[in-house]
């Protein structure tokens, strides 16, 4: 149980386009979602939290215009990286936390999507 | 805020030998504290994980102690294996967002 995919798993794009990048609980529903970056060795960050039905709460230093975060169902967010600049290549993942349960505070994390931009 | 620190960045054992890493957090709000390993171009994994009204949970090899009084839990590994072989974060939570340590980087030697 408790299985967080993400879609895709690696991508290449020109500078300058969009990207979308899908984070799905298959197993569980998620009342909220979480958006990480990841530089190499490095530690995880976090860009934004998502809950369902409503609009991502962003941390500081993170463009809301730049990386638009959806979260429309309670089983899928999706994070779109907008005008894609080198940059911005590194390895988003994301995690998500199980909907019903008091005090459940786990976390689950997507296999992350490698984002490269030329 | 919260902040979490851990240590050591990297640890190498031989192999059975076991391995610990430290983590320190600073708020006493923080009653979550979950480990979490990640391998190479993958998405961490939760190994385990102590809430604060427990000061120990054992996992087979895996075993998490937690100080409240001194703000610090440790992840220990027994009897380590060459696949124990990863990076391992802590992190702290009071319910809301997780704060992560800067990571371990493990080696097993065989």
């Known amino acids: 149980g408790a299985v967080v995919s993400q879609h895709p798993s690696w991508v290449i794009c020109k500078s300058g386009t969009s990207v979308k990048i899908e984070c799905r609980s298959l197993d569980f529903q998620a009342t909220t979602m979480f958006w990480y970056r990841q530089f190499p060795k490095q530690s995880l960050m976090l860009m934004a939290t998502?809950?369902?039905?409503?609009?991502?709460?962003?941390e500081q230093g993170v463009e809301k215009d730049k990386f638009l975060i959806n979260h429309a169902s309670l089983t899928l967010s999706t994070l779109t990286v907008t005008s894609a600049h080198p940059e911005d290549s590194s390895f988003y993942i994301c995690?998500?936390?199980?909907?019903?349960?008091?005090?459940?505070?786990?976390?689950?994390f997507g296999p992350g999507t490698r984002l490269t931009v030329t | 805020g919260e902040n979490v620190e851990q240590h050591p960045s990297t640890l190498s054992v031989q192999e059975g030998d076991s391995a610990v890493i430290k983590c320190t957090y600073s708020d006493s709000a923080s009653n979550y504290f979950p480990w979490y390993k990640q391998e190479l171009g993958k998405g961490p994994q939760l190994i385990i994980d102590i809430r604060s009204n427990v000061g120990e949970k054992k996992d087979q090899r895996i075993a998490v102690t937690l100080n409240k009084t001194a703000k610090h839990f440790s992840l220990h590994i027994t009897e380590t294996q060459p696949e124990d072989s990863a990076v391992y974060f802590c992190?702290?939570?009071?319910?809301?967002?997780?704060?992560f340590g800067t990571g371990t980087s493990l080696t097993v030697i065989p």
């Open positions: 998502s809950n369902e039905g409503s609009k991502a709460t962003y």
């Open positions: 995690s998500a936390r199980a909907t019903g349960r008091a005090g459940a505070y786990e976390q689950y």
């Open positions: 992190a702290a939570s009071g319910g809301g967002q997780f704060y």
